[in-house]
């Protein structure tokens, strides 16, 4: 590819295709990583620039954009440098930034420059623009990243009618670009993108681990790390759940059999979504994947939320019968923070409820939540269930559960999710961990 001359010295450049400035972003990135610098980018798309070119023809409008881009360019500094990346966007790169908060001053520098109007051959405009922005290294590892999340940035603030929006992680989760993730998410399970990543759950009475807690983590090469907060429910709406969850299922499985060989007891806990029960052919589909991993159904835990259970809870309760029936430990995740009524918990074909991080987590704390905890630990020991805490950040908030009766725990305290690697090495180390071989 052949550089425009004058590409690094110039402030601006005229109009660029997208691989020369695809390209000047990666070296600016380069270079900044070398520093460990931050690097700010911003899409910038004039709003108005349509009915300016109808108004009063494209020659005006080009003027309009020339005047512009000199306005924009008095105000950056001198190592900013403004780009024009189509018809009516600029990008502007930052590549020293001295942290976020300096990007911001550009936008409202930027915002200030253009309250005036334009004069341009003799017609008044005034311009209207909309600016996404990303930052490395708090957005994106690498340049595409962090093109691709200035330009969700900017598409949020079009669609917002806003001045300008900094990227935030939820926004790829709401549609438009929802499309975006989901095309992502068909190719991910075959490209090896997703990880799981487990989390120990202990028996407080006995002092021993009981099992892990499978929790998947996504890595897309073109949107970096997304939270399972915010792919989860779209795959929910998607036809990937089954596979999905059966990928979950499979791998779990699989894993377990390398801390099986030390540690039979400890067994596989799997979160299933609401969708998944309404669909009985899943019952089929996990008991062949034990019989794939040569896996007993104490091995596998589901999980599953309260408000799961309720969204047709005819439909969700056959599914969990079945999968109960058949020997597999289902759990009632998030609970407390549902609806279900003591009606459907006698009824229901669990043997553990887990008890809301939030109320957990503060419990230690805040006399409010401890009561919760105490009501839910004694509300499961009266059905005959087991009672698992969550979100335990202290030793604090142990020695409270082992006082109020509670059976298991789980938290940061214990242990972060990690993966299978440092799970094993944690099985063997812990003071919790036990080898019964
Ligand atoms: P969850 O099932 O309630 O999982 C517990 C979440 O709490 C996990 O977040 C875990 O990292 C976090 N956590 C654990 N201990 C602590 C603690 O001491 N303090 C705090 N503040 N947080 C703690 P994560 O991994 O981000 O997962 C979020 C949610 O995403 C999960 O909530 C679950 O609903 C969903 N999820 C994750 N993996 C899967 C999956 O494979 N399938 C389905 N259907 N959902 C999943
Ligand atoms: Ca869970
Ligand atoms: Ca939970």
Redesign the pocket.
């Known amino acids: 590819m052949e550089k425009d001359p004058g590409f690094d010295s110039d402030k601006s450049l005229p109009a660029v295709n997208r691989d020369a400035f695809n390209q000047f972003v990666r070296e600016k990135l380069q270079a900044c990583k070398q520093t460990s610098g931050i690097f700010g980018l911003i899409k910038l798309k004039i709003m108005s620039l349509r009915n300016v070119n109808t108004a009063f023809g494209y020659q005006t409008g080009d003027r309009l954009l020339a005047e512009f881009a000199h306005r924009v360019e008095e105000v950056l500094s001198t190592t900013d440098i403004i780009i024009k990346t189509g018809d009516s966007e600029y990008s502007i790169c930052f590549p020293s930034l001295m942290n976020e908060g300096h990007i911001i001053l550009a936008v409202n520098k930027i915002l200030t420059s253009l309250e005036n109007k334009f004069s341009i051959d003799g017609e008044a405009i005034f311009i209207n623009i909309a600016m996404g922005i990303a930052i490395f290294p708090n957005h994106a590892n690498d340049h595409d990243i962090l093109l691709r999340k200035a330009d969700i940035a900017l598409g949020e603030a079009i669609k917002e009618k806003k001045n300008y929006t900094i990227f935030q992680e939820r926004m790829i989760k709401e549609a438009p670009f929802n499309i975006i993730v989901e095309k992502e998410l068909k190719t991910a399970i075959a490209n090896n993108e997703f990880v799981l990543k487990y989390?120990p759950k202990v028996n407080l009475q006995n002092r021993s681990v009981l099992g892990v807690?499978?929790?998947?983590r996504w890595t897309s090469p073109s949107l970096g790390f997304v939270?399972?907060?915010v792919f989860?429910p779209i795959i929910e709406k998607s036809n990937l759940i089954i596979p999905f969850?059966m990928w979950?299922i499979n791998q779990g499985l699989k894993q377990a059999r390398e801390w099986r060989l030390t540690h039979k007891d400890v067994s596989v806990a799997?979160?299933?979504?609401a969708v998944i029960l309404h669909d009985h052919e899943i019952v089929d589909l996990i008991i062949r994947s034990l019989n794939i991993w040569d896996a007993e159904p104490v091995d596998l835990v589901l999980?599953v939320t309260e408000s799961a259970m309720m969204t047709d809870p005819e439909r969700s309760m056959e599914t969990l019968r079945r999968l109960h029936d058949f020997g597999i430990n289902i759990s009632i995740?998030?609970f407390g923070t549902g609806y279900s009524s003591f009606a459907y918990l006698k009824k229901l074909p669990v043997s553990e409820l887990k008890i809301d991080?939030t109320f957990v987590?503060k419990m230690a704390k805040e006399s409010d939540d401890a009561n919760i905890v105490r009501t839910i630990v004694d509300l499961a020991h009266n059905f005959g269930l087991y009672v698992t805490a969550?979100?335990?950040?202290d030793q604090a908030t142990i020695d409270q559960l082992i006082e109020l009766d509670c059976d298991h725990a789980?938290?940061?305290?214990i242990a972060r999710?990690m993966p299978l690697e440092d799970l094993l090495n944690w099985l063997g180390e812990s003071h919790w961990s036990r080898k019964v071989a």
């Open positions: 989390q807690e499978a929790l998947t939270s399972p907060e989860i969850t979950t799997v979160n299933l979504s999980e995740d998030d991080k987590t969550e979100g335990v950040e789980q938290g940061f305290y999710p």
